[in-house]
């Protein structure tokens, strides 16, 4: 015995067995090496893509505004017979709000008289600025007949001159900014009219073919609602198909072939389930086109797979001596699963589902099928009004040619990320809260 152990003593410490170890060992610190490299590349990729989005995109939540003097003169908005609050807001539809901006700025520029030059002072201000004041008259009527100074939304190419992102310091002809316009606003600069603020109108505004009117409210809203018809109907079903497959069905070439299809049904592409969907939803049951019920019961037949999928793993995960003690103290199956086995493994199925909801608040191709890619200015209301999702924005916003949608499309990708991290985190959270260790 003493003799074995020498012998295998010394074959360790052979200097061959020595070499065999070395190279063993510098293989694994090669092989530790180049998997944090790969971790590293990862999460600095991942830095990058976010700091460029956020660099782009920070813009989107900063707005400038130009400082006037507006005389809500009744004259002038055709309105000085109108004395009840109602008739002011019926006459406020038709008036004109665009003289009462004009006329502001002709008062800053008397020395402006040519009607190109006219042109080029009105086009420092957004198209929107009739708008809010109409807006500010209805909400307040004793404004009729007085003169206030009101910050107004900017046009998008001044927008983006004041925020640095258009150039000063380069020839006329390749800036949008003309030299005339350029002295227009270093004047009302040194005036103290124009400023930068907080963009609640990218948080609380629709779609608008004007950059700087721009929100992401609607699109917002749309999503919210396409989620909840997908979550309201994906995750009874994919809960219920788990249990059944993985506790009451039966071993067979029929279940076999059940499981095969639903594996097989969670890698299909997403633009397939966008074409059942336009066959079955659109052409057949005649559902309204672009709605967030048509989208989320789309996105439910995507989301369906993953769901049962990750259901199945965690009601496995469920030790079978939970089910046998339930089963000795007389339980019924169906008191099994609802009583022992389905709480124990809901913090897995939450997880996947939170998962398969997040996937689901990405997509694009599905929701383009099904004609959510249109321009919708109004926020939905209900399941059946037209409305359009987040992503979609994205894509609408990326493909538009004027340059202040640059910047939304990254702010909105911003928001978007925000949505999909904090419902990847509350995975994270559940799974660790209610996780049971055995």
Request: one cysteine or more; aromatic letters at 6%.
């Amino acid at each position: 015995m003493s003799e074995a152990r020498s012998t295998i003593a010394a074959r360790w410490s052979s200097p061959e067995m020595r070499a065999r170890l070395r190279r063993r060992r510098a293989a694994e610190r090669r092989f530790r090496r180049l998997g944090l490299l790969g971790i590293s590349l990862a999460v600095a990729s991942l830095a990058a893509l976010l700091a460029s989005i956020a660099w782009s995109g920070v813009g989107a939540f900063r707005c400038t505004q130009v400082r006037l003097a507006i005389a809500f003169d009744p004259a002038a908005l055709g309105i000085e017979d109108v004395l009840a609050a109602e008739g002011i807001a019926q006459a406020a539809t038709q008036a004109d709000f665009d003289a009462l901006v004009r006329a502001g700025l002709r008062e800053l520029f008397p020395e402006v008289s040519e009607r190109r030059d006219l042109r080029a002072l009105q086009s420092l201000v957004s198209s929107g600025a009739r708008t809010h004041l109409r807006e500010r008259l209805l909400a307040d009527p004793s404004l009729l007949g007085r003169r206030v100074d009101l910050w107004l939304p900017a046009d998008d190419e001044v927008d983006l001159l004041v925020k640095g992102a258009i150039p000063r310091d380069v020839p006329e002809v390749d800036r949008r900014i003309t030299d005339q316009e350029l002295a227009f606003i270093d004047r009302l600069a040194a005036e103290g009219r124009i400023r930068t603020r907080f963009n609640a109108t990218f948080l609380r505004a629709g779609d608008s073919r004007e950059p700087e009117l721009a929100g992401i409210r609607g699109a917002a809203t749309g999503s919210l609602l396409t989620l909840f018809v997908t979550i309201l109907i994906a995750f009874p079903l994919g809960v219920a198909a788990a249990i059944y497959l993985e506790e009451f069905a039966p071993r067979n070439r029929w279940t076999d072939l059940i499981e095969v299809n639903i594996n097989n049904l969670a890698a299909v592409p997403s633009i397939v389930f966008g074409l059942l969907g336009l066959a079955v939803f659109l052409n057949f049951a005649a559902l309204p086109r672009s709605a967030p019920l048509v989208g989320g019961l789309t996105l439910a037949l995507m989301t369906l797979p993953t769901i049962i999928i990750a259901g199945r793993s965690a009601i496995q995960a469920v030790p079978p001596s939970i089910r046998e003690a339930a089963r000795g103290l007389g339980a019924s199956p169906l008191q099994v699963v609802a009583h022992h086995v389905l709480p124990l493994a809901l913090p897995g199925i939450l997880t996947g589902a939170i998962i398969g909801m997040a996937r689901a608040l990405g997509e694009t191709a599905p929701l383009l099928m099904i004609g959510m890619v249109a321009f919708v200015v109004d926020v939905p209301r209900g399941l059946t009004d037209a409305a359009t999702v987040l992503p979609v924005q994205i894509f609408l916003w990326a493909d538009s040619p004027e340059r202040g949608f640059v910047e939304k499309t990254s702010g909105a990708a911003l928001v978007l990320l925000g949505f999909l991290i904090a419902m990847n985190a509350a995975a994270v959270v559940l799974r660790q809260r209610f996780a049971k260790r055995w």
